[in-house]
């Protein structure tokens, strides 16, 4: 790693409302593994100058950055400047490593301390935009005015409205010729406090337990070191990462970090929360962003962003991974929804078989239910039909099913008629619907026993819960269970392995999963 002003530090805020909780707090930061901790004693409910200060920093276990913000730039102080200017001037003659100032008041800071400004500790000169990111220009101009005062480290603090306002600051990290801090705040910046060690940002900030925040958008301490392992992000590091809205909700980023660590991938993979794909796609054109995960709502657009799309991915209509081919630079879509699930399918029924010979599909000729005309339906209609599968389509909207149906050559059915319908020997019974999901756990597409009990193999999409109703009652009647959280598993390893063009450790992933709530 090529880092210009070392690693980046970790920075744990810390905003407790009394001295002693404040003390709790640094300990809990050193052990969590943070850098520094931020005293943020504009969040103190009564200041006591020079006692508060010398029992924070005589006593700090980890090197300390003091800040007393002011309630015009975000903080809660709300006195006059020179009371700041003191405490400030404190700390560092106390021997704080950092303090911070706003810019605003810089130079005013530094006037203040003319003749006394105590050695040792590194002034951070900081604006914050509560607002937005302004542009690549005016954010280069404005770390200019922060070098001419006189900081040792420059820090800007911007909003991020969209996800590509984070490319600005990024630039902006990398070319810059002192020691910065550039974050992007709100959920739309969050990549800006993992990825900043690729782009040599000074520091970043990751708070001891959720709702410890100090700005919005601030990722915990352990998320930082545990999953996304920031220590190890460098220059070189390749990014990955789901696109979608929403993407908190995820087990994709702890699944695909722990499996990058596993095998000694020297890379990362984090939350995209995009509003505009081909924006997205656009800004983050550098081969280092090599490869997405692609989730709602933009598996349809990626079809038509792509260079190039799998024929499957194509006729499904959705694009659920894209990889930057390292060629040429052309994205290329796939579609490991329908391979994941499918594959699990013709596992299942080869389970049942007692052979495992993978050479011809085992639904080549057999009839494939599905329930649901939705993008799931549709990866799973496809995907059978590619495999020789005779489809039928079964949905609640039935000018859906119809609609697929035709695409696919096969029978479209209502719910009512699917409940009369007795399927034929070694059939398969796909459900795709959100029917059964938590929290309508005790909700099935299909309550007739009669008819569930003519299917070999019953699949369920669905993950949450892990056993659906439908799957339990599928079993009652001898059939086989393909479960909608292998589907997961098997597109997450179809995933790695566009990634990485290497086969993916399936018993760990599969294990990660397991334990996973
Ligand atoms: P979607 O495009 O919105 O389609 C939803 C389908 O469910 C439609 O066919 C819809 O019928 C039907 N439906 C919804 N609510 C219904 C109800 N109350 N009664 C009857 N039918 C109902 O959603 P999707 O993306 O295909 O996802 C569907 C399910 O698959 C979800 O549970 C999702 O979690 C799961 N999934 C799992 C995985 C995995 O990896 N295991 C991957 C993708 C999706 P209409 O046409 O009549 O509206």
């Given at each position: 790693m090529a880092e210009k002003f070392g690693s980046t530090l970790l920075c744990a805020p810390v905003v407790e409302k009394t001295v002693e909780e404040m003390v709790a707090e640094m300990s809990a930061a050193r052990s969590q593994g943070?850098?520094?901790?931020?005293?943020?004693?504009?969040?103190?409910?009564?200041?006591?100058?020079?006692?508060?200060?010398?029992?924070?920093?005589?006593?700090?276990?980890?090197?300390?950055?003091?800040?007393?913000?002011?309630?015009?730039?975000?903080?809660?102080?709300?006195?006059?400047?020179?009371?700041?200017?003191?405490?400030?001037?404190?700390?560092?003659e106390l021997g704080a490593e950092?303090?911070?100032?706003?810019?605003?008041?810089?130079?005013?800071?530094?006037?203040?301390?003319?003749?006394?400004?105590?050695?040792?500790?590194?002034?951070?000169?900081s604006s914050h935009n509560y607002q937005f990111t302004p542009s690549t220009e005016e954010l280069s101009t404005l770390v200019a005015r922060i070098q001419a005062v006189g900081a040792d480290i420059v820090k800007i603090a911007t909003f991020a409205v969209d996800i590509c306002d984070v490319a600005r600051m990024?630039?902006?990290?990398?070319?810059?010729?002192?020691?910065?801090?550039?974050?992007?705040?709100?959920?739309?910046?969050?990549?800006?406090?993992?990825?900043?060690?690729?782009?040599?940002?000074?520091?970043?900030f990751g708070t001891l337990s959720a709702g410890k925040e100090s700005a919005p958008?601030?990722?915990?301490?352990?998320?930082?070191?545990?999953?996304?392992?920031?220590?190890?992000?460098?220059?070189?590091?390749?990014?990955?990462?789901?696109?979608?809205?929403?993407?908190?909700?995820?087990?994709s980023p702890k699944l695909h970090n722990a499996v990058f660590k596993a095998v000694g991938l020297n890379?990362?993979?984090?939350?995209?929360?995009?509003?505009?794909?081909?924006?997205?796609?656009?800004?983050?054109?550098?081969?280092?962003?090599?490869?997405?995960?692609?989730?709602?709502?933009?598996?349809?657009?990626?079809?038509?962003?792509?260079?190039?799309?799998?024929?499957?991915?194509?006729s499904i209509g959705a694009v659920n991974t894209i990889i930057r081919r390292q060629t040429d630079g052309k994205l290329v879509g796939y579609n490991t929804d329908y391979t994941g699930a499918i594959s699990a399918i013709e596992d299942g029924i080869r389970g049942l078989q007692g052979h495992k010979d993978g050479t011809v599909s085992p639904l080549a000729g057999r009839l494939f239910v599905v329930i649901g005309a939705g993008g799931a339906g549709r990866a799973l209609a496809f995907g059978a039909k590619?495999?020789?599968?005779?489809?039928?389509?079964?949905?609640?909207?039935?000018?859906?099913?119809?609609?697929?149906?035709?695409?696919?050559?096969?029978?479209?059915?209502?719910?009512?008629?699917?409940?009369n319908f007795h399927a034929e020997e070694g059939a398969v019974l796909a459900n795709t619907t959100s029917i059964g999901m938590n929290p309508n756990?005790?909700?099935?597409?299909?309550?007739?026993?009669?008819?569930?009990?003519?299917?070999?193999?019953?699949?369920?999409?669905?993950?949450?819960?892990?056993?659906?109703?439908?799957m339990r009652e599928a079993r009652e009647c001898g059939a086989a269970l393909v479960s909608g959280e292998e589907m997961f598993l098997r597109q997450a390893m179809g995933q790695f392995e566009l990634f990485t063009n290497s086969s993916a450790p399936s018993d760990l992933m599969r294990e990660i999963i397991m334990k996973s709530t």
């Open positions: 943070a850098d520094v901790a931020e005293l943020r004693i504009d969040h103190l409910a009564a200041f006591e100058m020079r006692p508060d200060l010398e029992l924070l920093i005589k006593n700090r276990p980890l090197p300390v950055l003091v800040t007393y913000r002011p309630k015009w730039e975000g903080g809660q102080y709300e006195g006059d400047d020179r009371k700041r200017f003191e405490a400030l001037h404190l700390a560092m950092y303090v911070d100032v706003e810019l605003k008041v810089a130079r005013e800071f530094l006037h203040f301390l003319s003749g006394k400004r105590p050695e040792g500790a590194k002034l951070i000169v990024f630039q902006v990290l990398v070319h810059c010729q002192v020691p910065m801090i550039g974050l992007c705040m709100g959920e739309r910046g969050v990549i800006s406090r993992i990825l900043c060690p690729k782009f040599g940002g000074y520091l970043t958008g601030q990722p915990t301490m352990s998320d930082l070191l545990d999953v996304y392992r920031i220590k190890q992000i460098g220059v070189d590091t390749k990014v990955y990462g789901l696109i979608g809205k929403p993407v908190g909700h995820s087990k890379a990362v993979y984090v939350p995209f929360l995009t509003d505009n794909l081909a924006n997205f796609l656009n800004t983050y054109s550098s081969p280092d962003f090599t490869g997405f995960s692609n989730t709602m709502p933009h598996k349809e657009t990626a079809v038509t962003l792509c260079h190039e799309v799998d024929p499957v991915a194509k590619y495999k020789g599968a005779r489809v039928m389509i079964a949905n609640r909207t039935y000018d859906r099913a119809r609609e697929l149906a035709d695409l696919v050559g096969g029978q479209a059915l209502s719910l009512t008629e699917l409940e756990i005790h909700d099935t597409p299909l309550s007739s026993k009669q008819a569930l009990s003519s299917y070999a193999v019953v699949f369920d999409a669905i993950y949450n819960p892990k056993v659906t109703r439908l």
